[in-house]
């Protein structure tokens, strides 16, 4: 039974998608004692999140205090890791990438959905609340999934 104790959720830049699912997560599992991140795969420099994931995390009452996007590193992963992305491309850049990434699905894939999660970046601020409410939903499954595969 896989015993997960760190999470990572993977988007492209770490800017939207991942440091929004972060948020959502961090406010839905406040009991467990995972430690939850957000990285992105292609980060050249360190970048604040998106204004308008901002504002949409705000409308719903969440934020990410001074947050900077970073890249996944090999050093942050090992077998109890579960790592997250918001694509298949990400999930398969990632098991490409680092040998040792043995949990690696798609958000979607690990809540027995399929599809992408798709990028808001450039959308207007309705793309940005559209991907936040898919978003809201695929992390409420996740907490309850980690919470199964941990055994609770």
């Given amino acids: 039974m896989a015993r997960y104790n760190k999470l990572i959720f993977v988007c492209t830049g770490n800017t ?6 972060e948020a959502i997560y961090r ?5 467990s004692n995972i430690k939850v991140s957000s990285r992105g795969l ?4 360190g970048e604040p999140i998106n204004p308008k994931a901002e504002v949409v995390l705000k ?3 969440l ?7 970073k890249g996944l590193k090999e050093s942050e992963i090992d077998e109890n890791t579960l790592i997250l992305t918001m694509t298949e491309a990400h999930k398969r850049k990632i098991i490409n990438t680092y040998p040792n990434a043995l949990n690696v699905y798609t958000l979607k894939e690990y809540v027995g959905e399929q599809g ?3 990028d808001p970046y450039g959308g207007s601020l309705v793309d ?4 936040y409410i898919e978003l809201a939903r695929l992390v409420k499954k996740t907490v309850y999934k980690i ?4 055994g609770a």
């Fill in 128 to 131: 940005y609340e559209e991907c």
């Fill in 63 to 69: 934020e990410i205090k001074n947050h900077v996007s």
């Fill in 147 to 150: 919470m199964e595969d941990n």
């Fill in 16 to 21: 939207c998608r991942s440091p929004m699912a």
């Fill in 27 to 31: 406010n839905l599992d406040k009991e």
């Fill in 42 to 45: 292609v980060v050249l420099f």
């Fill in 59 to 61: 409308k719903h009452d």
């Fill in 116 to 118: 992408d999660v798709v």
